[in-house]
């Protein structure tokens, strides 16, 4: 019996669980697509007639043809299987210099097109892609070009990309084949903007599955109200006993771990303190020469290192304002150096000491460049200071 009243208790808080994720569960734009609309498209249109079927597709420079202005104008209306149907109008001009059937062109002559097509969006066979709108087409047509008229059969492929949903642009190539003797098969490419009207709009895959489940968490928020209440208490009354427990846990490991801290830091602190008790490493002016006094104070630092082998040290190397600052810089470098090669032969290890220098960025004083200072101000400048780092 307490087993099976479990079971339940969990069974309600579980749906509690996912009922409570409903909130941020609802329709957005992004759950819908355009389904049907009127297209209207204004753009340019380039005329490949060379002949040469799909060789040097892009010779642009010998094979295109096109004008300055837009040559392109499209209306047409898609609907919800797919299926669209379109009417086109094109003009172009075959240049003087361009490869015409196979034969440089020697006289300009205008360039009309007026296709119908049907065309089938490939968003409904692979899925919805957003942005991208990719789509495939047949259709028929009359072209007057070089001064011959034809009908032609035509083919397309294409895609629309789409900013919002009303404006989008469009790039498609055609190609289309000579109905009879008259003429010459060619292929032309288009590219322009276009404005999408009569929007009828439907919820998406994603959409529907996302209404569904929001449905059916309404429908089990409404068989559970009664129970629900209840669970929320407990449940509620369960986090509060947890939630004291574990604060009066991380309360004791907090000061266990603050008191483990604080010995921690009162030892570096002696050790700090000892450090500096020893004496600064000074340097005589543009020398990185240790004198006596500095290997004497280097001498009890090793000493302490050895004695405490989990301390980490860093070495600050510092220069007096004197001399410009990219020499003072390199010279902090090698007082730093020499530093740390004395610990070395003192047995420390290269691991544990870390060198920094500042040539002259960081005095102790006042004595900066535009400062007077007498020597013995000068000289609290020309330092290797040491610091733990680690311990």
């Known amino acids: 019996m307490k087993t099976m009243k479990t079971l339940y208790v969990l069974a ?14 609802q329709l ?7 389904e049907s609309s009127w297209i209207f498209g204004l753009g340019y249109n380039f005329v490949d007639d060379s002949g040469d079927v799909f060789d040097n597709l892009f010779d642009f420079e010998n094979q295109w043809n096109a004008v300055a202005f837009p040559s392109r104008i499209s ?22 210099g361009k490869i015409i ?8 002559s205008d360039y009309f097109g007026v296709d119908a097509r049907l065309s089938y969006d490939l968003n409904k066979l692979i899925g919805q892609t957003a942005w991208f709108d990719p789509y495939v087409g047949v259709g028929v047509g009359y072209t007057e070009a070089s001064n011959q008229g034809r009908g032609t059969y035509n083919a397309v492929v294409g895609f629309r990309t789409w900013i919002n949903d009303n404006w989008g642009l469009d790039f498609s190539s055609s190609g289309k084949w000579r109905i009879g003797d008259k003429g010459t098969n060619h292929i032309q490419h288009a590219a322009g903007v276009v404005y999408q009207f009569g929007i009828e709009k439907g919820l998406s895959k994603k959409g529907k599955e996302k209404l569904a489940l929001i449905e059916a968490i309404e429908k089990e928020q409404q068989r559970k109200a009664d129970s629900i209440a209840d669970v929320n208490r407990a449940r509620e009354a369960q986090e509060l006993a947890d939630r004291l427990a574990k ?4 309360a004791k490991l907090a000061a266990i771990e ?20 020893y004496g600064l490493v000074y340097f005589k002016l543009n ?8 290997k004497k104070a280097l001498d009890a630092v090793a000493k302490l290192l050895t004695e405490e082998p989990n301390i980490e040290i860093k070495i600050t190397a510092h220069t007096d304002s004197r001399g410009g600052a990219k020499y003072n810089k390199w010279l902090s470098e090698k007082r730093g150096g020499r530093t740390k ?12 000491i870390v060198i920094e220098a500042y040539g002259e960025e960081k005095l102790l004083n006042e004595c900066d460049d535009n400062t007077y200072c007498p020597e013995d101000k000068h000289r609290l400048n020309r330092r290797s200071d040491m610091n733990v780092i680690k311990f």
Do not use: H, M, P
Request: charged letters at 30%; aromatic letters at 6%.
């Open 75 to 96: 209306i047409g209306r898609y609907f919800k299987s797919g299926l669209g149907i379109e009417a086109i109008g094109t003009y172009n001009k075959y240049k003087v």
């Open 287 to 294: 020398s990185s020469y240790l004198s006596e006094s500095s």
């Open 341 to 352: 090669d004395y610990l070395l032969k003192k047995g420390i290890e290269a691991s544990r």
């Open 28 to 34: 957005t734009s992004r759950d819908s697509l355009v």
């Open 247 to 250: 604060e009066k846990e991380a």
């Open 101 to 108: 059937d196979k034969s440089v062109n020697l006289t300009e």
């Open 258 to 277: 603050k008191a483990k801290q604080d010995a921690i830091n009162k030892k570096k602190l002696a050790i700090e303190n000892k450090i500096k008790e």
């Open 12 to 25: 309600i808080v579980l749906c509690v669980n996912v009922s409570s994720g409903q909130e941020n569960l």
